[in-house]
């Protein structure tokens, strides 16, 4: 892959962030190779900490890896490491809840609550920023909105099908095997459909640029190191994280289910948010967009395909992870304000109207967190999508083809 325009960082300041990033994880690593337990909050925020470094830590290793992988395995590596430690938070509680039903309601709260904040907040907060950095900082670009490339209608499409499918899971009353088998297919073949879309030039910034510059060996032992720091430091936290979550819910008198629903991915998603707002900032908010939009999908599809395979392996009915009123009103909510993402998304630009539309529709439901307004607001999100998809009709076919290559070899320049 060839590096397009670079900025970097002294190795000295590498060495200072991914200093601070270990620092921050050591007292968690530190509390479970001892054996130690930590009162609810304190380990709330120990391991929480901990979390939020490691996704540096795979960040920064992510990046740096794309300079040395083929085309097909960087897409992925990529893939997966994105939402890495919300995938161990919500693997831990679907694990749990097959020797222990309570824990069923939890794995659904994170999954659902990780893939709103995306849409809800991260989508407006980058929109917003871009908007200013366009206005404020005379940079080109849309001054009030955000366009994407017309290769974002890969992720946009995949979205749209993986949500459609998702209506088969509150229906059934269940999180099954074949809704694992379904999505895990749709996450593969959007994999080996972007695999075909070759990207001329990638611009790697900050850390990420400065071990990008090394030689080889370095560079790749230094990759190799920052995986495996942040792979200690997940399986160090996860488990302990969420155990902390549900007793400080208890011990503060907070619904359980919604501390974990929020507090947790806050804590996995804060991260990635930041760095695709850099990017908005630095005039390059379809990129940081596009990252939103992907780690949405992979959430969407893989995250949702792996509960019900964590919950048989942690002792759980083969038949997957059964559902009760309050998950399934939380999957059609789910469910509604994605089909309103892809429907802003069809024609390739979210202007701010559209973003404040998404988040005031989730600051209610968050605000007012019953089922009648849960129930309203899916409600909004479905007919407000009805409305858009009628009115921008013209647009469908352009996604629909998006689904797999017409062959044409394309290749999209990265700014």
Not at 374 to 383: H, Q
């Amino acid at each position: 892959m060839r590096l397009g325009r670079e900025v970097t960082v002294s190795a000295r300041g590498v060495a200072i962030r991914v200093g601070i990033a270990v620092v921050a994880a050591a007292p968690a690593v530190a509390v479970r190779l001892a054996g130690g337990h930590l009162p609810a909050l304190a380990g709330m925020a120990v391991f929480g900490v901990a979390v939020l470094a490691a996704v540096a830590l795979l960040m920064w290793a992510s990046e740096v890896a794309r300079v040395d992988l083929p085309g097909s395995l960087a897409l992925a590596l990529l893939a997966l490491v994105a939402v890495l430690p919300e995938y161990a938070i919500d693997i831990y509680f679907a694990y749990a809840a097959g020797s222990d039903p309570e824990f069923a309601a939890f794995a659904l709260a994170n999954m659902t609550g990780a893939n709103r904040l995306l849409i809800g907040v991260a989508w407006p907060l980058l929109v917003f920023f871009a908007i200013w950095a366009v206005r404020r900082r005379g940079q080109p670009g849309d001054r009030d909105g955000v366009r994407l490339g017309p290769h974002r209608r890969t992720e946009t499409v995949y979205l749209l099908i993986a949500t459609v499918y998702a209506l088969v899971i509150p229906l059934t009353g269940r999180l099954a095997w074949y809704d694992s088998v379904v999505l895990g297919t749709l996450f593969a073949l959007y994999l080996s459909r972007i695999r075909r879309t070759q990207h001329a030039e990638e611009g790697l910034v900050g850390v990420a640029a400065t071990l990008a510059g090394q030689p080889a060996l370095r560079r790749r032992l230094t990759v190799a190191a920052l995986f495996g720091s942040a792979a200690i430091v997940i399986l160090s936290a996860a488990e302990p994280f969420g155990k902390s979550l549900i007793e400080a819910g208890g011990a503060l008198g907070i619904d359980e289910f919604l501390l974990v629903q929020w507090l947790a991915p806050v804590a996995s998603e804060a991260p990635e948010v930041i760095v695709a707002v850099a990017f908005a900032l630095r005039g390059r908010a379809d990129d940081g967009l596009g990252a939103l939009l992907a780690a949405k999908l992979n959430q969407w599809t893989l995250l949702v395909a792996c509960l019900p395979l964590a919950f048989y392996l942690g002792g759980g009915e083969f038949a997957g992870l059964p559902l009760d009123a309050r998950q399934t009103e939380e999957l059609y909510l789910t469910i509604a304000q994605t089909l309103l993402g892809v429907a802003i998304l069809t024609d390739l630009r979210i202007s701010r109207g559209e973003a404040a539309l998404l988040f005031v529709l989730f600051a209610v439901q968050f605000a007012i967190p019953t089922q009648e307004v849960r129930y309203i607001v899916a409600v909004a999100y479905a007919a407000l999508a009805g409305v858009l998809l009628v009115r921008r009709r013209r647009q469908l076919p352009a996604l629909a083809r998006a689904v797999w290559p017409t062959g044409d070899g394309q290749t999209h320049r990265r700014r």
